[in-house]
């Protein structure tokens, strides 16, 4: 059997340059390499499709296939898709049909046509249908994050829709996903609440029932346990000095820049609460800035301009002692960094506006850090089931709520131990990528045994990029 992976945006490679240092290089890259390992280790024959890029700000992305090492079964598979440069995903729609041509005619050239497809976000999807349509093979949708709640989040109106449809082409991507999620033989999603919430949106309505349990799977990601787990390192113990200057539990947070994410809120708890200042540090990653207080030109403009809001907040209410930032150049530095810190009672914490799964709060509570996350999303399935309790959630918009969920989390005391057990438990029995692999492959061969090639109205979507 040979499953094949389409993704066009951001890009894959055997050292995962760039993740989580621009925008399309985020979560959902991490979320198809490791199926996609889990797979191959199963037997599968597995291609990760993306796009081919002859940039020279870009070198790494410019070869036909790659491989990763130890994975026998999986390739890096590049195709042309428009320009020769590299493009941001909003500019990729005009050149999805071009791409997809170009998959099929390898495939068919090398007579090893996959068995089943899987997109991710609405160009993968797209593509899928397009994939499907022509070559009459079953595909999935896996969204990660949908356009339409986009939309809501950012605040479009009658205003300043023309604005933002110049930015993001949000016509495109919404046509684009519901034709992926309509046609698909299955939606992939990583908890119900993505199902009900993200796919039950009512600019959906028309094109997926989420109440019919056979077009939806829930398959929840995983960890990489060989980089984030309990097992301590030589280098954990740099971390461990480094902290202990501050004789109090950190306040870990840990993401991408970006207005979603929601660190403003953590410091604004910590300007408006006395006793949070007392009895906690927080601690902001920045990857790639060795002091966020003296220079912050190596980050992005827009990097820049969510930074300096930060900084505005911190000079005002004067935390510069109680606000740390650390450089942490890779996930192996981040795992140590959770270790180290799970040492001095501390939390993770995950502050996001929404938060379709949580990623970051598996990885911290597989390293036995607890956390401390947005009940907006994923971590609210993550962190409570059937009434039992993995951690602690907030309502990320009501500061008051912060500053309570907070203290209490760094004031467990002798519970400490129990809820850092917990964490590591909890991702051992249902976060791991051999589960997550298991369970999509299940599904795939179920889908192909019943696949009936259907007529796939692609009208729509190419009327949108004309």
């Not at 797209?126 to 809501?152: N, R, V, W």
């Not at 870990?252 to 609460?273: G, T």
């Not at 502050?351 to 996350?373: R, W």
């Not at 760094?410 to 519970?415: D, N, V």
């Amino acid at each position: 059997m040979r499953v094949a992976f389409l993704n066009p945006q951001g890009n894959f490679d055997p050292k995962d340059r760039y993740w989580t240092q621009h925008p399309d290089f985020g979560g959902q890259l991490v979320y198809v390499k490791e199926i996609a390992c889990a797979l191959s280790k199963l037997g599968i024959k597995t291609d990760i499709i993306t796009r081919k890029i002859n940039d020279n700000n870009w070198p790494e992305f410019s070869g036909d296939i790659e491989l990763y090492e130890g994975f026998d079964n999986l390739r890096i598979l590049r195709f042309q898709c428009g320009p020769d440069k590299f493009l941001k995903k909003e500019d990729l729609w005009p050149y999805i049909n071009e791409w997809v041509r170009n998959i099929i005619e390898f495939y068919k050239k090398k007579d090893e046509m996959p068995d089943f497809i899987t997109g991710h976000y609405g160009d993968g999807g797209i593509a899928c249908a397009m994939m499907s349509q022509s070559e009459k093979i079953p595909y999935s949708f896996t969204a990660h994050s949908l356009g339409a709640l986009k939309m809501d989040k950012i605040g479009i109106n009658s205003d300043n829709i023309r604005d933002f449809e110049r930015i993001f082409h949000f016509s495109k991507r919404l046509t684009a996903e519901r034709i992926a999620m309509h046609y698909s033989s299955v939606n992939f999603v990583s908890t119900q609440m993505e199902r009900f919430e993200q796919y039950g949106h009512p600019k959906y309505s028309e094109y997926i029932d989420v109440k019919d349990d056979s077009h939806f799977k829930v398959c929840s990601p995983g960890v990489n346990r060989k980089i984030f787990n309990e097992t301590s390192r030589n280098q954990d113990v740099d971390f461990e000095k480094a902290f202990a200057v501050y004789k109090k539990p950190l306040i870990v947070l840990s993401s991408r820049i970006d207005p979603k994410k929601n660190h403003i809120a953590v410091i604004k708890a910590f300007a408006e609460s006395d006793e949070l200042r007392k009895n906690a540090q927080l601690m902001i990653i920045v990857r790639g800035v060795s002091d966020v207080y003296k220079d912050i030109t190596s980050l992005k403009d827009t990097e820049q301009k969510i930074v300096t809001e930060w900084l505005q907040i911190i000079k005002k209410y004067d935390l510069e002692s109680n606000i740390s930032f650390f450089n942490a150049e890779s996930q192996s530095d981040l795992a140590s960094i959770y270790r180290a810190a799970s040492h001095y009672n501390s939390i993770f914490c995950n502050p996001a506006l929404y938060e379709p799964f949580g990623l970051t709060v598996i990885e911290a509570m597989s390293c036995g850090l607890p956390v401390a996350a947005t009940s907006n999303g994923g971590p609210s399935e993550i962190l409570k089931e059937n009434g039992y309790k993995f951690g602690f959630l907030f309502d990320p918009e009501d500061i008051n709520t912060i500053i309570s969920t907070l203290l209490h989390s760094i004031s467990l005391s002798e519970e400490y131990s129990k809820f850092s057990k917990l964490s590591i438990s909890r991702v051992l029995e249902k976060y791991t990528w051999k589960n997550t692999a298991e369970n999509y492959l299940k599904e795939i061969k179920i889908k192909i045994s019943e696949f009936k090639p259907a007529e796939i109205d692609l009208s729509k979507f190419l009327e949108t990029i004309k």
